[in-house]
């Protein structure tokens, strides 16, 4: 076992490495804490600066974002508004086709109701820990990007809801155009920052579908409240999305808004 430090200066070092962000795998500790934990007395000043330039490498990675990445918000904002706006004037020509329409809301209800939790579920785990370290448990050991695939769960689902068929098959051709660079974009960045770990996780887990028979999880773990916290109002835009619509239909039929579309 490691000796304890005695020194203030040796206390002080110890303290700053249990504080340092670990790189290594999810649950893991990074070589570098390690390291300073065995040798707090000696190479305080090596390991210091081991440390830093490792953290320094996690920080130009994270920072080393394409323009489409910085900009993910708000593209899918000019697009999802614009949408809504016109979805808000369009009625469904399946409305008089009943119980078509019922069915098409249930579905979509269904739908984002499963994103929801779903997008929940996988911010438990990344919260906070998006690049410093390298999640592999819970929805993470199923695909390696479950909350796009949860995502495009819950845009089908708000399409569905419009209680159309046209409407969901955009919203897929729009997700199959615009996330695989994305997704490839932010591989090639965990890539540079995890190295031959992502390699292996890579190598064993699938990209988009999951694949329940890799599930793993923890018997415990530990979440991030402020982090998760903030995560909370994106998880519930699919069930926002559904109130809206529902909003423009009553508003359609009390004639406070006009119907200007029909989609099928």
Not at 64 to 77: A, D, H, P, T, V
Not at 112 to 137: D, F, M, N, P
Not at 197 to 209: I, N, S
Request: aromatic share 10%.
């Amino acid at each position: 076992m490691p000796r304890e430090p005695r020194g203030p200066r040796q206390r002080g070092l110890t303290r700053r490495m249990q504080h340092a962000p670990s790189l290594g795998r999810y649950g893991g500790t990074s070589p570098a804490i390690r390291r300073a934990e065995a040798a707090a007395g000696g190479g305080a000043s090596t390991v210091r600066r081991d440390i830093k330039r490792r953290h320094d490498i996690v920080t130009a990675m994270t920072n080393e974002k394409s323009i489409f990445e910085r900009q993910r918000m708000l593209l899918s904002r000019l697009v999802i508004w614009p949408l809504m706006a016109i979805l808000l004037v369009t009625t469904s020509a399946w409305e008089v086709h009943a119980p078509i329409d019922g069915l098409l809301y249930m579905a979509g209800c269904v739908l984002a109701g499963i994103a929801t939790a779903g997008r929940l579920w996988c911010s438990l785990y990344i919260c906070g820990r998006k690049t410093k370290e390298l999640v592999t448990c819970g929805p993470y050991s199923m695909t390696r990007n479950p909350l796009y695939f949860f995502s495009a769960i819950g845009a089908i689902g708000v399409g569905l809801a419009t209680e159309t068929f046209t409407v969901p098959a955009l919203l897929i051709l729009l997700f199959a155009v615009t996330y695989p660079a994305l997704i490839r974009a932010e591989e090639h960045r965990l890539r540079g920052i995890h190295g031959d770990a992502y390699a292996a996780y890579a190598a064993l887990t699938p990209r988009f579908f999951p694949s329940p028979s890799r599930y793993f999880e923890p018997d415990t773990h530990e979440v991030i409240p402020r982090a998760f916290r903030r995560e909370l109002l994106d998880a519930l835009w699919f069930v926002w999305l559904l109130g809206i619509l529902e909003f423009g239909e009553t508003l359609r039929e009390a004639n406070i808004i006009p119907t200007l579309l029909t989609a099928y």
